[in-house]
């Protein structure tokens, strides 16, 4: 099982990203798949997740700016990241579960990437 990130980048506040999450080794749409950041000494945290039967989920803090998807054809996740504020700076990992629900304990993990929004 291999989780491949990527889109990260320096953009200005206001701006937009979207990255993608490439998975090898299992099908896509049998796991919960997610996004989960890490900014400097703050502990990780989940930002937008699909479960197995699609249900998805979106912290307080990005709802409405943020828009998870998944396409099972090419076995990618993506998060499409509108109207960043210097807050959402972090490295953004992508986590998958073969129980279906992914959480901070998940199964496998990929490499991360940073976003970096300047003010």
């Known amino acids: 099982v291999q989780l491949v990130e990527s889109g990260g980048g320096l953009v200005q506040a206001g701006g937009s990203l979207r990255l993608s999450c490439a998975a090898s080794?299992?099908?896509?749409?049998?796991?919960?798949i997610g996004w989960f950041r890490q900014a400097p000494g703050k502990e990780r945290e989940g930002v937008s997740c699909?479960?197995?039967?699609?249900?998805?989920y979106y912290a307080d803090s990005v709802k409405g700016r943020f828009s998870i998807s998944r396409d099972n054809a090419k076995n990618t996740l993506y998060l499409q990241m509108n109207t960043l504020k210097p807050e959402d700076t972090a490295v953004y990992y992508c986590?998958?579960?073969?129980?279906?629900?992914?959480?901070?304990?998940?199964?496998?993990w990929g490499q991360g990437t940073q976003v970096t929004v300047s003010s």
């Open positions: 986590a998958a579960d073969p129980s279906g629900i992914v959480t901070i304990r998940a199964r496998y």
């Open positions: 080794g299992f099908t896509l749409d049998y796991y919960g």
């Open positions: 699909i479960s197995s039967d699609g249900y998805t």
